[in-house]
Each structure stands twice: as C-alpha cells, then as structure tokens.
C-alpha cells in the first residue's frame, strides 16, 4: 500500500471522529436555556386584548394619486365591539407635499379608518407646518385619499406674522393637482408682529 493510500485510509476514520467531537462540544458548551420566561403582558393586558381587540403601534402609510406621503401612527388602538368605532390613543400625522413641504399632526386620541379613507385627531390636536405655523384646536379629520383636513371648531394660532384665532380652518387644493392652501374662516383675529415678519 502506498503513501496516499494510507492517508485516505487515515483521514476516513479521523475527519468522522472529528466531526463527532466538534458537534458534541456544541451541545455539552452550549448555554442552559431558561424554560421559565415570563411573558412580556400580565394577565390582564391579554384578557384586554383579547375582549378589546387591542392593536399595538398601529401605522398606516399610504401615497396619494399625486404622489404625495401620508402616514398616521398611535401608540396603541382598540374596538370594544364589532360595532364599536375603533379608537387610538397618542395619534400622529405626516403628510409630505410634493412641494417638498411637510405637515404634521399629533392628538391625544383618534380614529384611523383606512376603509373609509379618513383620519379624525381628537383632543389637544396641534399641526405644525414646514413654513412655521402651529395651530391647536380640539378636533381635525382629515382624508387618507388627499392632503385634505378641516377642524370644524375653533382653533389658535402663530406664525411668521403673529398669532391668531379662527372659528375654523381647512386644509387642501383649491384646484385640481393644484398647491395646498391653509383657509381660516368664522371671525379671524389676527395680532399682528412686524419683528416676527421681517425674522
């Protein structure tokens, strides 16, 4: 028998033996793994969701036909019942223009219907818009579909020139594919700030 034949005859009973040692080194190193692991929610935080229909970080994204972002996010969202209209809690907004302009939204509570295409924000609602305005108002539904909202009640707010109050406002194109516009309505008071103006 040759020289080469040997070292095949060799290497088929030591790389098997090698093999066998190096998997039962895995097994006999290997960490003990914890059986007793606690779930991340008590009991009754499962009951919750299982009676409420609890979501968790819910988040919807959508594109409008103009190309333009929206996205609306809680902390959490739940339905008491099938006929219950699903609420969220911490609500927050993003609608991005093909402007390259953005708006953002935030409330305490609200509503997200992708099936009816629409957004309400309830309770200390404040939007926020790139140009630097800030309103806050009580309620605002918006669309998914389009960069549209309205707040039906009275809403305060500052920007560039001063701060105001409004018995209402809207948010949207005027025209067709056209640019979004903020309209106020219902007795505008304005308090005008030249320093702010001129910043």
Not at 2 to 29: M, N
Request: glycine residues 12%; without cysteine.
């Amino acid at each position: 028998m040759d020289r080469h034949s040997r070292w095949v005859q060799f290497l088929k009973v030591l790389l098997p033996l090698a093999a066998i040692l190096i998997l039962s080194s895995v097994f006999l190193l290997s960490r003990s793994i914890e059986t007793n692991v606690s779930a991340p929610f008590s009991d009754q935080d499962i009951g919750e969701r299982l009676t409420d229909q609890v979501v968790t970080r819910p988040d919807y994204k959508g594109v409008t036909r103009k190309g333009e972002g929206i996205r609306v996010e809680a902390r959490r969202a739940s339905q008491s019942g099938e006929l219950e209209t699903p609420t969220a809690s911490e609500v927050q907004g993003r609608f991005e223009l093909s402007s390259g302009g953005v708006i953002t939204l935030e409330s305490n509570t609200g509503m997200i219907r992708p099936d009816k295409g629409t957004a309400t924000f309830v309770g200390d609602v404040v939007i926020t818009t790139a140009d630097g305005i800030k309103v806050t108002t009580d309620l605002l539904n918006t669309s998914l579909d389009e960069i549209r909202g309205d707040s039906p009640g009275q809403i305060d707010g500052t920007g560039p020139i001063g701060d105001f109050t409004a018995g209402r406002m809207i948010f949207g194109t005027v025209k067709k594919d056209g640019p979004v516009h903020i309209l106020f309505t219902g007795g505008v008071k304005l308090i005008y700030e030249p320093q702010k103006a001129e910043r």
